[in-house]
């Protein structure tokens, strides 16, 4: 059974502020690393799907760094907008017929 | 474009009933799979269909069975059905089957039962 360890399970942050939060996944037969902002009422939302060790990717003022051999990855949000307000959901997958594993996400609230 | 749409959005049974869910994907999209979420968990696999083949299973019960027809959209069965089988079920299509592909989901549907 595959672990995707998301934290913290939630947090408040006041607008303007940055943030970011922790995924941890299995190190061993690693494919890639997907991260989805849900928004209440709405559909998850794909923001990066990741698959190089030491890979970064950008998204307005959402970046996510990854690191495959100690099997964690990075969110990063700068300058909290009310709109970032969200959970935020890692998957990872082994590139077999499996599906994606989620983790239980981070749930973000920005205070004004 | 439309995107991923699902139907019915809510839906009220009761033990022992068997449930059809329903999913079109994306237009192009080949490959659609189904996710269960339960309050506090993350989606959870249950199936990957592709080229109207059964390409992935998770770990459910047989009571759970699904399809994807010539135009790609898919049915997602659930026979006698349990109170824990009270949960959003997402669908979500990508262009392959590569895993290395975004996933685009549906608005889910919120199946509660009795």
């Known amino acids: ?112 | 474009d439309a995107g991923v749409t699902q139907s019915p959005t809510h839906l009220i049974k009761t033990r022992g009933q068997q449930v059809t869910l329903r999913c079109s994907p994306i237009s192009g999209h080949k490959s659609v799979s189904w996710y269960q979420q339960v309050l506090g968990q993350g989606p959870q696999f249950i199936f990957q269909y592709y080229e109207k083949e059964e390409r992935g299973r998770g770990n459910f019960p047989d009571r759970f069975s699904a399809r994807q027809f010539p135009n790609y959209s898919s049915e997602l069965n659930v026979n006698a059905l349990l109170l824990g089988d009270s949960a959003l079920y997402l669908c979500a299509s990508t262009d392959s089957t590569g895993e290395g592909q975004p996933q685009h989901f549906g608005d889910g549907t919120r199946l509660s039962i009795l």
Request: one cysteine or more; a negative charge; hydrophobic letters at 30%.
């Open chain 1, 1 to 112: 059974i595959l672990n995707v360890e998301q934290s913290p399970q939630s947090l408040h942050v006041q607008e303007g502020d940055s943030t970011n939060f922790t995924c941890s996944f299995p190190s061993s037969n690693f494919y890639a690393l997907h991260w989805y902002r849900w928004e209440t009422a709405k559909s998850p939302e794909a923001l990066f799907v990741m698959t190089l060790n030491g890979d970064e990717k950008k998204k307005g003022r959402i970046s996510a760094t990854l690191n495959t051999k100690e099997g964690y990855s990075y969110l990063y949000i700068k300058g909290s907008q009310p709109e970032d307000s969200a959970t935020y959901l890692c998957a990872f997958t082994g590139g077999g017929a499996d599906g994606l594993t989620f983790g239980k996400g981070t749930h973000l609230i920005i205070q004004p």
